[in-house]
Each structure stands twice: as C-alpha cells, then as structure tokens.
C-alpha cells in the first residue's frame, strides 16, 4: 500500500470523517509496512542459516546469521529443565555439545514473549530438538504443538519422549521429573 495518497488525504480532505478514515489507513498502512521489516524472527516458516555461538540452556541458543546478524533462538516444540532444576545444567551441556560452534538450519516458527526466535533446529539431517528428547533432556512441549507442528514430527516427538522416559535417560533416570512448566509455575507462586 502506498502511503503518499494516504497522507495527501489526510491532508486535504475537508471533512473530519474523511481525515478520519484516512488518518487510520495511514497507521494501518505504516504498521503493516513496519512489521514486514521486523527482525527475520518474526516470519513464520522462514528458513534461515548460521553458525550457533552461545546456548543459554537445554532449550536456547544465539545463532550469527550469514548476514552477521545474531539471533536468540527458542527450540521449537520442546521445554529443557531450567538451569535451576536438576538435569537444567545438564541439558545445557548436551545441547552445547551437539551444535556450539555448528552451522545450523532455522525454520522459524515465530516468536515467544520474550522476544526470542522460536524455530525448528535442524544440523544437517539431525533435528536438534527431537534430538534432546530422545536423550532425555528436554520434554515434548505438547500444550504448544498440539496443532501447530506437522503430525508426523508430533508423532516423532511423542514416541521419542515415551521410549526415553522407559529406558531411564537423561532427566527420566531420576524419580520425581518436574516438567520446567510446572517448575516455572511453582517458582511464580513463591
């Protein structure tokens, strides 16, 4: 949409009404140009590559575009335990181990409310967040995917969870697991 005419009208018509209705297409007009604009974060299925050059924890890591830019990314449909929580620390360290350093692919999926890129993390054929399920490091973050991540990778995920959770890996070895939601929960309470 262009934004000249809108202006000009904004300008030039007589009526209060008029002005109006063409003061707000205006706003619609550059709102709608300003978020095309946004951080690459914010387009839904866009993919992107770069190098991962931090992890936060089991679930987060910054990645330095090829453009130069970096990015915090959030792995998609997954929940690591917080670095407060036993295994938290852990599941840092393995995801560090698997992709620090590493150029990886981003499917991005858009963004949490911390600002952060939540996308699919893949390294070559291996999907990263799929990846720490398996071993028990992260926790299918079902309340988010119901209906969002593709049914075969919902399966996958699911699967993944249920066979790390019988063979004890990871955060499973313990009794007791507290999913980082219920965690998060219970330290908001306090």
């Avoid at 910054?62 to 929580?85: C, F, H, I, N, W």
Wanted: include cysteine; charge should be positive.
């Amino acid at each position: 949409m262009r934004l000249a005419p809108l202006f000009l009208r904004v300008l030039t018509t007589r009526s209060w009404v008029g002005r109006l209705t063409a003061l707000a297409a205006l706003t619609i007009a550059c709102w709608m140009a300003w978020q095309d604009q946004q951080a690459p974060g914010s387009v839904d299925g866009q993919a992107l590559s770069g190098r991962v050059t931090k992890v936060a924890d089991g679930d987060t890591l910054e990645v330095m575009l090829e453009d130069g830019s970096t990015l915090k990314v959030r792995l998609a449909y997954v929940d690591a335990p917080e670095s407060t929580q036993p295994d938290g620390t852990v599941a840092g360290l393995m995801l560090a181990k698997q992709v620090l350093g590493r150029q990886v692919l981003l499917n991005l999926q858009g963004q949490d409310k911390y600002g952060r890129s939540v996308a699919e993390v893949s390294l070559g054929e291996v999907d990263i967040g799929l990846a720490q399920v398996q071993a028990g490091h992260a926790w299918h973050y079902e309340q988010y995917a119901r209906g969002k991540q593709a049914a075969l990778a919902y399966g996958r995920y699911q699967a993944a969870q249920l066979m790390a959770r019988q063979q004890g890996s990871g955060l499973w070895g313990r009794a007791g697991a507290q999913a980082p939601w219920d965690y998060r929960q219970q330290q908001r309470a306090r």
